[in-house]
């Protein structure tokens, strides 16, 4: 099988599952405090096998630094955890407090109004959750295309912009050659 045809049956595969899970949360309903988390978790799971499945049919794994991506996990945790307290189907203390300090601060109409797209907000937090990976486990791929490789200087030649002096014999500088990687 070619890696074209891989990436491609990789993709499906993602693909499937993000959507089965999808539709087992439409199942599922939101009429309860405990059913609408389960949705959330679920739309989650859901973001993150299509992420997976997008990063490792195109292996772009090294893209995210650890700070970068506890950075946006944080704030993205916050944002969407907030939201998705507001909107909440019934009232309990975490909701009240929320909805209240909502109000306090000015931004109770914009946190109801997103509300209506928590949904896609947890599949969002899973589909970050998929450069973890990246950010602390996978290490760079090698770099691909001409490498610098350091040698001696060779006796009476210039090096790196300077003229060849009577100590370059031996044991001289280091001259940066460009030679092809090997893969």
């Not at 350091?150 to 790196?160: I, M, N, S, T």
């Amino acid at each position: 099988m070619t890696a074209r045809a891989g990436r491609t049956y990789t993709l499906l595969i993602g693909i499937a599952a993000a959507g089965a899970l999808i539709w087992v949360a439409t199942r599922v309903g939101t009429e309860t405090t405990g059913r609408y988390w389960a949705v959330l978790g679920i739309l989650a799971g859901a973001g993150l096998a299509f992420a997976l499945t997008q990063r490792t049919a195109y292996g772009a794994w090294s893209e995210v630094t650890p700070l970068g991506f506890l950075l946006a996990l944080v704030v993205a945790l916050v944002c969407v955890g907030w939201i998705a307290v507001v909107g909440q189907p019934n009232p309990n203390w975490f909701r009240d407090h929320l909805t209240s300090w909502s109000d306090d601060i000015g931004i109770l109409g914009l946190v109801q109004r997103m509300t209506t797209y928590v949904d896609v907000m947890a599949f969002g937090i899973g589909a970050l959750l998929a450069s973890a990976p990246g950010a602390f486990g996978r290490k760079a791929p090698a770099p691909v295309g001409p490498a610098v490789a350091e040698r001696p200087a060779a006796p009476g030649r210039p090096v790196e912009g300077r003229p060849a002096t009577a100590g370059d014999g031996v044991r001289g500088p280091v001259v940066r050659e460009r030679e092809p990687t090997r893969v």
